[in-house]
């Protein structure tokens, strides 16, 4: 998920910043405002979910260490490196599900410790996006090692298998299947009850995302746990759900759209009482309808 601030309107903009102000204001003048600091979940099979802000962040302990998929907003990063002290050693393995700084914002903390792998398309992502900053030492937040079709670890009695994923959310979509735990964590393929974001100007797709959410719930069974991007923990039937929520809006919105609704009468309509709930989060269903809209 990234929030692309080029997009707001002037007017709107300038409310947001002032709302900024208001809540600067009331924390300066409020001492007792709490530091953020992550919630963490024993999964099973010394997997543990820090979860709170940001992308879901799974950790796996091994007698030598850990290994950390996805790692969170780069302002979080003192409480990253405080959650991860309740394990045994350094982060050895950092993997990048995808390139959005709400999953690859402890990077550049993480790096001295600990390898960074991804996709290939995540370090040149990265590499655009940080390339516009020259006082930054940039170089530190890539990853180290990248890959194509995907990779391979052993690690703490798991095989990690890191898969890749074309075009869908963004281009450098990985999944990581920990086994044999029966634990998969899939990255911003999977907003958990909630529209998701596709980022096709990072070479996403509707229809792509809806494929890789397809092939991912056929490889998955009823033992699985979920990790999704974002949103809680679920399984097949959570998968099965968004896949279900995917089709069946995407489809309404193309048929209004071939009747020759216009974007702003599909989303004064709406897509009906079923999806209640799902723009709860970060896309709502004006945006989600607008995402659609403009990609079929
Ligand atoms: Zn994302």
Redesign the pocket.
Known sequence: ??AKLTAIQGPRWVAIACALLVIGTAESADNSVKQFSYKSTDIKAGLTLLSGAG?NIAVLQSDNGVLVVDNGLERNNEALQAALEQFDGRAKYVLN????G??TGGNRALSEQATILAHENVRLRLAGQDNDDADKSVADAFPDITYDDGITLHFGGQTVRVVHFPGG??DGDSVVYFEPAHVVHL??LMFADYFP?V?VDSGGSVTGYINNVAAIEAQLDDEHIVIP?HGQITDKQGVRRFHQMMIETTTAIAEMKSAGQSLQQIQQQGLGDKWQGWGDFFIDESRWISIVYNDL
């Not at 599900?97 to 959005?100: E, I, N, Q, V």
């Open positions: 998920m990234r992308g599900t995808h390139w959005h709400d999953h959310h963004t990255g911003d974001y980022d991007g």
